[in-house]
């Protein structure tokens, strides 16, 4: 460490170690790992090697997921999904499928054992939530569907429009990634006793999954 220290922080235990942010005074932030000795302690991978972003990854938004450390980190300008099994070349950037690099993304957690994510891939849309696809270490889009939600935001009253698709439930979810309700064989949802905020309303129907966004007021 320099003189500042290494300021580590964002700590996440991973098969019987810690990962997590620090920096040595030759390397900016960056993602390290510890298994309690100061030998078992050291940089698991220089993900920036720009003079971007102060010229650190930043690691952030840690998540365990089938066995592998899912994080957030930059590689110069943008914030992209990345994944490591603990070891240097196992740290490796996850791209999307179809789009383009993303300029951001942020808020991972966890839902019914899939992985979703905040995240902007494509330049004429802003933030948007998307899951990993694990068969093919993708990024699939679950909100430019063919499934709509209405008004947004809403007070009272969250009407979807499936396309005849045969709603069969429909999951409201926290930022948090906590279930708040769960309707069956319904193209509407009361909302009206959630607080106002973000949420996502998570549509299953006879076809495919979709989750969308919205704002209650």
Known sequence: PDDNGSSPSYFMEFNGKVYFQATDGIHAEELWVTDGTEAGTYMVKDINTTTQNYGGSFPDNFTVYNNKL??????????HLWVTDGTEAGTVKIAPATYEEPTSVNYLFLFEDELFFM??????????????DATTMGVADYSLEKINIYPNPVKDVLHILDNNLNTQIISIISTTGQVVQKIFNQNQVDVSS???????AKIETNENIVVKKFIKK
């Open 194 to 200: 959630l607080s106002p905020g973000i949420y996502y």
């Open 70 to 79: 899912y994080f957030t980190a930059a590689d110069g300008n943008s914030t």
């Open 119 to 132: 995240a902007q891939y494509q330049t004429s849309v802003g933030k948007e939530l998307y899951k990993l």
